[in-house]
Nanobody, 127 residues
C-alpha cells in the first residue's frame, strides 16, 4: 500500500507560479512511476504530467508543455510539479498518482494505469 500526500496548492494570479509536492510512503519509491492529474469542476480527471521510475523520462499534456515541469527526488520519496505561467484554465484540484512499474523508463499517462492516488490539492488561478 502506498500513501500519497500532496501539498503546495493555493491561490495565484495569472502568469504566476506554484510548486506542488507529493510525498509518498512507499518503501521503494524508486519502483513507482509517478504522475500528476487534475480535475476541474464538472469535468473529468485529466492527465497533466508523468515521470518514469528513474526520472529520466517525462511526458506532458499538450496544454501544459513548456509551462509545467515534473521531477522527482527518490531519496526524499517526493515528486514535484513546477507550474509556471499559470492560466485561469489551470484551476483545478491536482492529484498525485503512483503505480509499481517493472521498467525504468516507462511513463504512465492514463488514470487506469495508476492504483494509488492522493487526496488532491486545490490550485486556483485568478485572472
Amino acid at each position: 500500500q502506498v500513501q500519497l500526500v500532496e501539498s503546495g496548492g493555493g491561490l495565484v494570479q495569472a502568469a504566476g507560479s506554484l510548486r506542488l509536492s507529493c510525498a509518498a510512503s512507499a518503501r521503494t519509491f524508486s519502483s513507482y512511476a509517478m504522475g500528476w492529474f487534475r480535475q476541474a469542476p464538472g469535468k473529468e480527471r485529466e492527465f497533466v504530467a508523468a515521470i518514469s521510475r528513474s526520472g529520466g523520462n517525462t511526458e506532458y499534456a499538450d496544454s501544459v508543455k513548456g509551462r509545467f515541469t515534473i521531477s522527482r527526488d527518490n531519496a526524499k520519496n517526493t515528486v514535484y510539479l513546477q507550474m509556471n505561467s499559470l492560466k485561469p484554465e489551470d484551476t483545478a484540484v491536482y492529484y498525485c498518482a503512483a503505480d509499481y512499474d517493472l521498467y525504468l523508463s516507462t511513463t504512465l499517462s492514463t488514470t487506469k494505469e495508476y492504483r494509488y492516488w492522493g487526496q488532491g490539492t486545490q490550485v486556483t488561478v485568478s485572472s
